[in-house]
């Protein structure tokens, strides 16, 4: 079965980018979407189709997939954005997600 | 704007069926152009898809559930409900219901609040 597989942590300081990789066999030939979920709350859409942003998400938050490795880019983090973040792929009529990154910023 | 919320028992015990059902507001799941899902997430744990389908289209299961899955709607009320049988400790988690976005490989844009849903005797 298809599988999708992210870093279990990322750190950034407040200000820097933070990048988070999501991989998967030839993963740059699927629609990536990214979502972020803060504790106690549901996941929230940041990214879909790779790189294209819900209304509701500001411009800090980029995506771009390749070959067999999406990344979600956050620029100018800031201590809003810490979060579990998680990428998700179709695979044979079947939604895949990815294991999560804690995404820490301190 | 779009609301989804579940509802259904917080304490299921093992074996027995698990029932939730999620009533959507501003907006209709009669839609043909929007794909409706079930998702879970099991304390400390990531998100696993369960389902999703199209109002008068296509269901798509999770595999690994398939066989103990049944979807049902309720047009009248505009609300879609799942069906886990047999269930056990495992399936013990946050359940959400959420919408796909348009396009081709949709995400989920709309999402419910979540139900914790225990398998426990």
């Known amino acids: 079965s298809y599988e999708l597989t992210q870093p279990p942590s990322v750190s950034v300081s407040p200000g820097q980018t933070a990048s988070i990789a999501c991989s998967g066999d030839n993963l740059g030939n699927k629609n990536v979407c990214w979502y972020h979920q803060k504790a106690g709350q549901s996941p929230v859409l940041v990214i879909y189709?790779?790189?294209r942003r819900p209304s509701w998400i500001p411009e800090r938050f980029s995506g771009s997939n390749s070959g067999n490795t999406a990344t979600l880019t956050i620029s100018e983090t800031q201590a809003m954005d810490e979060a579990d973040y998680f990428c998700?792929?179709?695979?044979?009529?079947?939604?895949?997600f990815g294991g999560g990154t804690k995404l820490t910023v301190l | 704007h779009l609301q989804l919320q579940e509802s259904g028992p917080g304490l299921v015990k093992p074996s027995e069926t698990l029932s939730l059902t999620c009533t959507v507001s501003g907006g209709s799941i009669t839609s043909s152009s929007y794909y409706w899902g079930w998702i879970r997430q099991a304390p400390g744990k990531g998100l696993e898809w369960i389902g999703s389908?199209?109002?008068?289209?296509?269901?798509y299961y999770n595999a690994s559930l398939k066989s103990r899955l049944t979807k049902s709607v309720d047009t009248s009320k505009n609300q879609f409900s799942l069906n886990l049988r047999s269930v056990t400790a495992a399936d013990t988690a946050v359940y959400y219901c959420a919408r796909h976005n348009l396009g081709n490989q949709p995400g989920l844009d709309y999402w419910g609040q979540g139900i914790l849903v225990a398998v426990s005797s």
């Open positions: 389908f199209i109002y008068g289209g296509r269901t």
């Open positions: 998700q792929a179709w695979d044979s009529d079947t939604v895949i």
């Open positions: 189709q790779d790189s």
